[in-house]
């Protein structure tokens, strides 16, 4: 993107392939992944978060091979994965899955970090707690949801309907069609955790009192942003390629179909997580 704007500004380039610096390597790009965040940079939503020189190369989620050694990798970097080539600094990538194709694993570093923070740090879930992942049609919320019934919650997640059997699937115990009413009317009791991945306003009377809420996505004392944490990233590995995590890919798209990815997401049409390869 050469300016900020609406999804018209997103172009495919053709620029020189980067020299890595002596810390980095050369990563030949398998895929990169779409998350919702990247409408609200496109839009300049988040200048005073991302002061980023344009003209702006998408994508923070990487998966790919490492040119002249063959090595199979995944990480999230600053910036730049939507192109074939990347020079990434070599601290921030792990060793991507192997039970997974390569180009799945790009849906893992920023929704992966993102969702295993909310429930092993910020949430502190343990064994046995009711936890409501608010939004777990979404990339993020996917994550959560195997993340939480990995650590022995009872998850009660609210998805819509083209969601709702995924979400089962993923180890949701209840499932509450979210348009369908208030989320205090729809509860049968008070959860002990709520984690908030959805824009907007954290739902009332929803969290008993002394419980914990987490909020990816609204500011206030419960809101945190994810870091970049390469250490996490393979301990999610190592549970996607022990089979209890995987990603939920609903679409896989060329660079030429980027801006159609943001139109849709802008619409609300978007769940899962959208792979993008050159």
């Not at 496109?42 to 998408?58: I, N, S, V």
């Not at 295993?116 to 707690?129: C, D, I, K, L, N």
């Amino acid at each position: 993107m050469h300016a900020y704007g609406d999804a018209s500004v997103i172009r495919v380039d053709e620029v020189p392939v980067p020299v890595p610096l002596p810390h980095q390597v050369l990563v030949r790009t398998a895929a990169t992944s779409f998350n919702p965040s990247e409408v609200g940079l496109r839009l300049g939503l988040l200048r005073g978060m991302f002061e980023l020189p344009l003209p702006h190369t998408l994508g923070w989620d990487l998966a790919g091979t490492v040119e002249g050694t063959g090595e199979r990798v995944v990480g999230r970097i600053d910036t730049g994965a939507a192109a074939q080539f990347v020079a990434a600094d070599r601290s921030l990538l792990v060793a991507a899955p192997s039970t997974v194709p390569l180009e799945h694993a790009a849906a893992l570093p920023v929704a992966g970090l993102t969702a295993w923070q909310a429930v092993f740090e910020h949430g502190a879930v343990r064994p046995g707690e009711r936890v409501l992942v608010n939004g777990a049609g979404g990339g993020i919320g996917g994550f959560a949801v195997q993340l939480a019934r990995h650590a022995g919650a009872h998850v009660v997640a609210t998805a819509s309907a083209r969601s709702a059997s995924v979400v089962r699937s993923q180890g949701a115990a209840e499932v509450l069609d979210y348009p369908a009413g208030p989320l205090d009317a729809l509860l049968p009791a008070p959860v002990d955790v709520v984690l908030h991945l959805v824009p907007g306003p954290v739902p009332d009377g929803v969290l008993r009192p002394g419980g914990r809420l987490v909020s990816a996505t609204t500011p206030g004392p419960s809101h945190f942003v994810v870091r970049n944490d390469p250490a996490q990233l393979a301990a999610l590995v190592a549970l996607v390629d022990a089979g209890a995590v995987v990603p939920d890919i609903s679409d896989i798209v060329d660079f030429g179909r980027v801006a159609e990815v943001h139109r849709a997401a802008e619409a609300g049409a978007v769940r899962g997580k959208v792979l993008v390869v050159p």
